[in-house]
């Protein structure tokens, strides 16, 4: 596999996981409207899961830094191959956790959580999500 072919496989990879990480939360919203009236006594403490979920991400964060480090030494050499798809494989297990703000924002909709709260969440997904984004420099 060539250097183009692993970047543009990544880069779709990202954005199925945009996809992945935002569909059940805009799906929730829409089909459980009538939810949002009345919110539960669960709503806030979800809110806070939530948030607190951020937390989850740094030790993933941290492994697919070392991958992308360790795909910028094998630049041009015979192993070049294989660290992409190390690569790709940590980034993947980290989608998990950059994603569960957003998730967890899901089953909030089902608690009748506000809009403002559930904007936020999905934003810290998408923000977490970003930093997955595979650099420039890198090829």
Do not use: H
Not at 90 to 107: D, G, V
Request: contains cysteine.
């Amino acid at each position: 596999m060539n250097r183009a072919t692993a970047r543009r496989r990544l880069a779709w990879a990202w954005w199925w996981q945009v996809l992945l990480t935002l569909a059940p939360l805009l799906v929730l919203y829409q089909l459980f409207a009538d939810l949002r009236s009345t919110p539960s006594v669960l709503a806030m403490p979800l809110f806070i899961v939530g948030c607190s979920s951020l937390f989850l991400s740094l030790v993933p964060f941290k492994r697919y830094l070392r991958a992308l480090l360790t795909t910028e030494k094998a630049l041009n050499s015979d192993t070049e191959a294989q660290a992409w798809q190390a690569l790709g494989r940590t980034r993947q297990r980290s989608f998990i956790a950059a994603s569960l703000p957003a998730w967890i924002a899901a089953l909030a909709v089902l608690a009748g959580l506000e809009t403002v709260p559930l904007l936020l969440l999905a934003l810290a997904s998408m923000v977490l999500l970003y930093l997955y984004r595979i650099p420039r420099q890198l090829g």
